[in-house]
């Protein structure tokens, strides 16, 4: 019987024999006194990664967001979103129940927030209004495709932060798609951004985790919020050393996105008024306009896994179990089902 291709998200992902020997092996300590070597080692790793001081691990990447929030955004502040980003659709309002922030959302085509779109929406810090105090962007943009900013987006966001005296932070659990897709450096968005996260546990592959990265007083606040919020672990070593071998697993990520493209090409050659290949940027692929139970239906018919975003959008994620020949078999199956 054929293997089924689960391609419902990047996060079903099952760690590989390399990870689970290394995460036999690790070496451990109570990492809530800092004296776990290899939690250590992962988050010297990830600072080095993107040339800042510091990085935290953590269990999730909501949490990494949420602690964010509480280091770089005030309490009755706003924060400048774009409107369909993941801390607004997929993260229980915990930024206004945990954070005390609201955020302003910003409507889009491909998931970038403009210079110009902006300039309106980081409001004065005068009555009646209420203030911004960050800028928050999302690299890639789940809901918009794994679409990216360039670099030269980032630094214009950038230039207008620092002209409004606000903070810019960058939710980055698919930021090495980005960085691999554009030939970018990490530590360039490291550079930008006042903090970051990223995640382990999608396109990397590790059972758990994302890392905060940012400067060692942030951090250090980020900490503090992280016992706070019951996000402190004791022997955590034992997972973190699953994150260090995916982290030696960056480059592979470009397989992915060519499984990605592979697979919208197949729909567009059946389906073309479905897909926008333009977005198709990184690792996921949107079908929009169709009946997304039935497609999903059928395409699970083929042995095939996709996941209905609403009634009329199927969604489909490329990762490192989804081999050449898996996006191969999904391919068909799209064109069957669809054609």
């Known amino acids: 019987m054929a293997e089924t291709v689960d391609l419902r998200s990047d996060t079903v992902t099952r760690p590989t024999a390399e990870m689970r020997r290394a995460m036999a092996e690790a070496e ?46 005030r309490p009755g ?8 980003s993941h801390v607004v659709n997929y993260e229980g309002a915990a930024g206004a129940l945990l954070g005390g922030v609201q955020f302003r959302t910003v409507p889009s085509r491909y998931g970038q927030l403009e210079v110009d779109d902006l300039r309106e929406a980081v409001r004065a810090d005068h009555f009646p209004l209420t203030p911004a105090s960050l800028v928050w962007l999302e690299q890639t943009h789940n809901r918009r495709g794994g679409t990216y900013y360039s670099v030269g987006q980032l630094e214009a966001v950038r230039a207008l932060c620092d002209e409004r005296g606000v903070g810019l932070y960058i939710d980055g659990a698919r930021i090495l798609n980005a960085a691999v897709a554009s030939s970018t450096d990490p530590d360039v968005y490291g550079r930008i951004a006042d903090g970051l996260m990223f995640s ?7 059972p758990v985790g994302s890392l905060m990265v940012g400067d060692a007083d942030a951090i250090a606040a980020a900490t503090e919020w992280r016992r706070r919020y019951g996000g402190a672990m004791r022997q955590s070593g034992v997972i973190a050393a699953a ?20 697979i919208a090409e197949a729909v567009a050659d059946v389906r073309p008024d479905t897909v926008d290949l333009p977005q198709v940027q990184t690792n996921i692929v949107y079908v929009n306009g169709v009946d997304a139970a039935d497609v999903c239906a059928r395409l699970r018919e083929h042995g095939v896994l996709a996941g209905a975003m609403d009634a009329a959008t199927v969604r489909m994620v490329t990762h490192p179990d989804v081999s050449a020949q898996g996006a191969k078999t999904a391919a068909e199956a799209l064109r069957r089902v669809l054609g």
């Open 200 to 206: 382990l546990s999608k396109g990397l592959g590790a």
């Open 28 to 73: 451990v300590g109570d990492d809530v006194y800092g004296e776990d070597p290899t939690v250590r080692r992962l988050q010297e790793r990830a600072a080095e990664l993107f040339g800042r001081e510091a990085a935290l691990y953590c269990p999730s990447g909501v949490m990494c967001n949420q602690l964010w929030l509480r280091v770089l955004a």
């Open 77 to 84: 502040t706003e924060v400048v979103v774009e409107a369909d």
């Open 243 to 262: 994150g260090l071998v995916a982290l030696d697993r960056i480059e592979r990520l470009a397989d992915d996105h060519a499984h990605a493209r592979l």
